[in-house]
């Protein structure tokens, strides 16, 4: 074992026993707050594959982890007794559907255009879940209950707050392993070359749109992954979900954290939910958290494009 | 085939009409909104996330101007020029340090942009929705409605807001100057011309048009905070169906595809009706990415 892996890989242990102590020592409000956090900056992570890695922006990534909610729901409000593995089933696939049909338009264009059509193709799924009332309760969305974790004919057991935290952070490692291991791959390392320089990678002979439509399918399952998780723990779907406002936090986590470091957007998504917290705490519920980040932001990518992990970036690809 | 031609004859002509008028009012301000987004891409490479956002804060000037003054042309030029001031602002202090960096900042940046005047407008207006009273309250006789004179002023007024500008371009000096930094920034630096003076003056121009159009719509319906991403959203999908930086090309895109999206209300809800749009992007990507109203590229 080489020194770097040494130093990664006992990091990485000292990381994950403290997300496992932490709910049995966290008050129940900060540990749904670590919970969520991992399960946003899952999301995060799937999409750092594309704004990082293959050098594409999507604000489309709402869709996505909408249909993943969705998909979830329909699994557990169709089938009785609700089944965890068929929620997961059900909202990859829909996730998964929703990637392939955007990835299929929008691959077409580069750049900023990329940017664009995912917005307005994930606003498509927004207005579809929207107006459709009769199948997903509109506006007011879809309320059902939580599933049992189960291991067929073996084990059922029913999730308490420990337990599910435990589950989603066993999910979200996992996401990370398979996802670290993506862009250390050949398949990741022409993502990376089409991000540092498009056209010399079509000129090697690369099938660019094939690749990045498979770079957006991946990134959209996971992303679909978390929808599921948020659709577990909250045991709610709702069209908010769906908006712009998430592809936007998605972003916006990526950019605080660091693009290209898969870790980096988790702890851009602990950091922005935390200063929200934080702010909301010190001004009260009405104080308007979003115009402070927002500056935050901006100075960010003014003064520190990189993120706050991007100084590990390289080191934590090796 | 029997069904079909039912179909055909079941279309109310006189409904037909209305939605046409409809069409061609919401066309031209959309047309004003994409302009300035045009103008601001194809010179300055960034694409405006906060577009709809001055459109927006331009209805709001507007409408505290109105409320302060109850003259609705004062709050029309009196809003596009604090609109204008602030977007001034806002390229210095955020987009010139990003000249030169990936163009993939500069919609980072105005997304933050966006994100800050949206919440500060929620924050200072609240949730409800405003409305500012219609400057011209005659109506005249169509078919069965009293159709209001206001919105053919808006359609005529705005198409004249765009004519103004495009002679502004074509004839003023500060106009060669942005045709001249269009068509090579670098060179134009040589001649002498201000460039980053040329940005500011574009993001300017852009946003004093977006607010403009702003406070023209404000009178057909209420004025709220989440009014921007609804109008950045179609003048994106008509940025892109007329053609990347094509001002001809906006316009004529902004003008079909409210068409389309009038007559399609005839048959589904508003809120549906925005899909055909989608679907007229889709069609675009599909067949001819690189704008529906530009001459093929050779």
């Given at each position: 074992m080489s020194r770097h892996s040494k130093i990664y890989w006992s990091g990485f242990c000292v990381v994950m026993a403290l997300l496992i102590v932490a709910p049995l020592v966290l008050p129940e409000f900060w540990r749904r707050f670590l919970t969520e956090v991992l399960i946003w900056g899952l999301l995060a992570m799937s999409s750092d594959l594309l704004i990082g890695y293959t050098g594409m922006i999507s604000f489309g990534h709402s869709a996505f982890f909408g249909l993943g909610m969705y998909g979830a729901a329909a699994a557990l409000l169709l089938v009785?007794?609700?089944n965890l593995w068929l929620a997961m089933g059900l909202g990859l696939a829909g996730a998964a559907g929703a990637a392939l049909f955007v990835a299929y338009f929008s691959t077409r264009l580069r750049d900023i255009y990329f940017a664009i059509t995912t917005l307005i193709f994930s606003q498509i799924f927004y207005v579809i879940i929207f107006t459709s009332t009769s199948l997903t309760g509109g506006e007011n969305g879809l309320i059902f209950s939580r599933p049992h974790f189960t291991i067929p004919f073996l084990y059922d057991v029913r999730f308490n707050g420990t337990t599910l935290h435990w589950f989603v952070l066993a999910v979200v490692t996992a996401s990370y392993l398979i996802l670290r291991r993506v862009t250390q791959s050949p398949f990741g390392m022409v993502l990376q070359s089409i991000r540092e320089n498009e056209a010399r990678t079509r000129a090697i002979g690369y099938p660019l749109q094939r690749y990045k439509i498979v770079a957006v399918m991946l990134s959209g399952v996971f992303a679909g992954l978390a929808g599921v998780l948020y659709a577990v723990q909250n045991e709610f779907a709702a069209p908010d979900f769906v908006y712009f406002i998430t592809s936007g936090d998605t972003v916006i986590f990526n950019v605080m954290g660091g693009i290209g470091t898969l870790v980096g957007p988790i702890v851009g998504a602990g950091f922005f939910q935390l200063l929200r917290e934080l702010l909301s705490r010190a001004f009260g519920d009405q104080f308007p958290y979003l115009i402070p980040l927002g500056f935050i932001f901006i100075v960010m990518i003014i003064f520190l494009p990189q993120g706050l992990l991007g100084f590990a970036r390289r080191w934590l690809n090796r | 085939m029997n069904a079909i031609a039912e179909f055909f004859q079941n279309i109310p002509i006189d409904l037909l009409l209305i939605q046409t008028i409809n069409g061609i009012v919401t066309g031209m301000i959309l047309a004003l909104v994409a302009s300035g987004l045009t103008l601001i891409f194809g010179i300055?490479?960034?694409?405006?996330?906060a577009h709809g956002e001055l459109f927006m804060l331009g209805a709001y000037v507007g409408v505290v101007v109105f409320a302060l003054t109850g003259n609705f042309w004062l709050a029309l030029i009196a809003s596009s020029a604090i609109v204008a001031i602030l977007g001034a602002a806002m390229q210095i202090l955020t987009l010139r340090p990003l000249i030169g960096r990936d163009p993939l900042n500069t919609i980072l940046a105005t997304f933050g942009i966006s994100l800050i005047l949206q919440n500060f407008v929620l924050w200072q207006f609240g949730p409800v929705a405003r409305k500012i009273s219609e400057p011209i309250t005659t109506h005249f006789n169509l078919f069965y409605l009293e159709y209001p004179w206001y919105r053919l002023v808006i359609a005529g007024l705005s198409a004249a807001i765009i004519g103004v500008f495009w002679l502004f371009l074509k004839r003023s000096k500060f106009g060669v100057w942005i045709r001249a930094t269009t068509q090579d920034r670098v060179m134009a630096q040589a001649m002498g011309i201000p460039v980053p003076w040329v940005y500011t003056g574009v993001f300017a121009i852009g946003a004093a048009m977006a607010a403009a159009s702003g406070v023209l719509f404000a009178p057909m319906a209420g004025v709220s905070h989440t009014m921007g991403l609804d109008w950045v959203l179609k003048a994106f999908i008509v940025v892109v169906v007329g053609g990347m930086g094509s001002l001809g090309g906006s316009i004529a895109a902004a003008i079909f595809i409210s068409l389309l999206e009038a007559y399609a209300s005839i048959w589904v809800s508003p809120a549906q009706a925005v899909i055909v749009s989608f679907v007229v992007l889709i069609l675009t990507l599909l067949f001819r990415p690189t704008g529906l109203f530009v001459p093929t590229p050779k």
């Open positions: 009785s007794p609700p | 300055m490479d960034v694409v405006n996330f």
